[in-house]
């Protein structure tokens, strides 16, 4: 059993948008389903809960404690990794 939850949430949320995906493009019908955009959701929802992660991680002090002086960087990249995912999403969903 997995008992990390940000690996459920980037799984189920990366189920859920590549559905979602699926769902809006069929509907429309303005292109074809595209297995690349399926995998690049997944894997940006996924980032988003990895830089959740990654980001509480850097605020927990107890967990830092030989990277105190780095949690300011290391922040940043969370938030970073998270820019560029829902970036990916937004990205994805408007071009079809």
Same mark, same amino acid.
């Given at each position: 059993?997995?008992?990390?939850?940000?690996? *459920?949430?980037?799984?189920? +949320?990366?189920? !859920?948008?590549?559905?979602?995906?699926?769902?809006?493009?069929?509907?429309?019908?303005? =292109?074809?389903?595209? !297995?690349?955009?399926?995998?690049? !959701?997944? !894997?940006?929802?996924?980032?988003? +809960?990895?830089?959740?992660?990654?980001?509480?991680?850097?605020?927990? =002090?107890? &967990? *830092?404690?030989?990277?105190?002086e780095e949690r300011t960087? $290391?922040?940043?990249?969370? &938030?970073?990794?998270?820019?560029?995912?829902?970036?990916?999403? $937004?990205? $994805?969903? =408007?071009?079809?």
């Open positions: 059993m997995i008992d990390d939850p940000y690996i *459920l949430l980037g799984i189920s +949320a990366g189920v !859920l948008c590549v559905l979602a995906y699926v769902l809006t493009t069929v509907r429309h019908q303005t =292109r074809k389903v595209l !297995l690349s955009d399926g995998v690049m !959701l997944f !894997l940006a929802t996924s980032g988003i +809960a990895a830089g959740i992660k990654v980001c509480t991680i850097a605020l927990n =002090r107890s &967990l *830092l404690t030989t990277l105190k960087y $290391i922040f940043l990249g969370g &938030l970073a990794v998270i820019w560029v995912s829902v970036d990916t999403v $937004i990205r $994805i969903f =408007r071009e079809k």
